[in-house]
């Protein structure tokens, strides 16, 4: 066999359904194995682009998201989708061409170390250098993208590698369980949370992974404990429920760090450093157990005194079976803290000023989004807003990237949201700037007919970094720029564009663009006029008077 052929024939084995990328002259044995392969290649405009989408499938299923480029400048347009991947713990599988290696009439034409390069973004990173040991090269890659912590991989396959015979045979998945914690650790952190007064509960991203969604809640309904989120965190549990304290989706001086203040014991379920930290551990402060499937990283805001190492839904359901909830726990103050929060959450989500008040339209687009729609958030400062306003009600119904937090994310993740789940409403959210980053793919969006809703929305600046420079007392300077129009340049690739003209129209808007088929872009003028002033100034000064 071909050992192009062999590595669709290993990909095949691994499950892959969509590889996702550009190829370039090196990949075009690797392409033609693909014709007649169940995998569906998806042709995009960019590779980052493609890193996204495939880092967003890996999110969503538990397995690979694939994506490949060519060599040099293909490959080095993929690296911040690696970074993303490999931030985020998104299992993604990278594959690159490469000039052969054997023999070559190029000089150094396009030729970077790809596979070094890639090295400090991934957990795996390799060049094929022959066709015999493509599946073992495969099922490792593989087994490293999805394995906790998961993340990206990487493979080079040159050119003359490519088209090599083998008789070398597909490795198939190996089965195993992920190891349960010890009844030790169990035990000790049972007694810890038995002897706690003000025990607290944290959701962080790692429960977001799929095999959590099982035993999401027992724990909680059983011992009524309070729990907060963090943004990758959100929806595991349903936001709604009464024990729900709120969003870290500020580090300090929220509402929410009031609660955390009177804690002497948080429980930490899949939150690693990754993330923009929830809170700040102090010498002397409140202890935390770390539950996940690794042992923490230590960083000087996080050193937990106990780890439940293992299997999250086991560690959870063995939790939840040995705990004897305890009368001396004192929950009073928490709720206090989110009867305040619920307060201060409803401010401005009927605000009927245009441009957009961002509350009202988080308020908005949770009032058209079903139980399992999906939102895709590119980065910005409307990012805050909706981890902290925007209730979530099932895993991964809101995708942020909190972890690289990188702009251009949120059309590309989207995408790969409806492509994974077709029968769902999903919506890009994505402010003037980080759109413009990949809005190249809205061509790809129109090719594959998925029925998406785009919001733009414009403050013709990169407002989060505005936020800030208020914040830090500097001038107003060098961050704003214009904008093409949105509603042209939405139909001009086929896509229907939309101008909101009036805060009232949001909902009924939105609500003819998911009954209507295909890519809709809505242009959302944004008021920003009082983001510094809530959220550097009013949240911390009202938290305090609780
Ligand atoms: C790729 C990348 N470049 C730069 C940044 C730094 N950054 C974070 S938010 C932001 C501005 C975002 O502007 P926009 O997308 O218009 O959203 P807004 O905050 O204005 O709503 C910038 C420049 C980043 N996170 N990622
Ligand atoms: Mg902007």
Known sequence: MKASDLLVKALEAEGVEYIF???????????????????KLILTRHEQGAGFMAATYGRLTGKAGVCLSTLGPG??????????????????LMITGQKPIKASKQGQFQIVDVVDMMRPLTKFTHQISSAHNIPARVREAIRNAEGERPGAVHLELPEDIACEETDSQVIARSSFDIPHATDHSIAAAVEMIESARHPLLLIGAGANRKRFSASRGVFIKKTGIPFFSTQMGKGVVDERNPLFLGNAALSSNDYLHRAIEETDLIINVGHDVVEKPPFYMEQGGFKVIHVNYITATIDPVYYPQQGVIGDIASSMERLTKRITPQKSWDFSRFMEVKAHLNRHLLEGAEDERFPVYPQRLVADVRKVMPDDGIIALDNGVYKIWFARNYRAYGPNTVLLD???ATMGAGLPSAMAAKIVHPGRRVMAICGDGGFMMNSQEMETAVRLGLDLVVLILKDDAYGMIKWKQANMGFDDFGLDYGNPDFVQYANSYGATGHRLESAVSLIPLIEECFNTAGVHLIEVPVDYSDNDRILNSDIKEQSQRI
């Open 21 to 39: 990328g550009i190829p370039g002259e090196e990949n075009l044995d690797f392409l033609n194995s693909l014709k007649g392969s169940s995998i």
């Open 75 to 92: 490959a080095t347009n993929l690296v911040t989708a690696a970074a993303y991947a490999q931030l985020g713990a998104m299992p993604m």
């Open 402 to 404: 909190n972890a690289l």
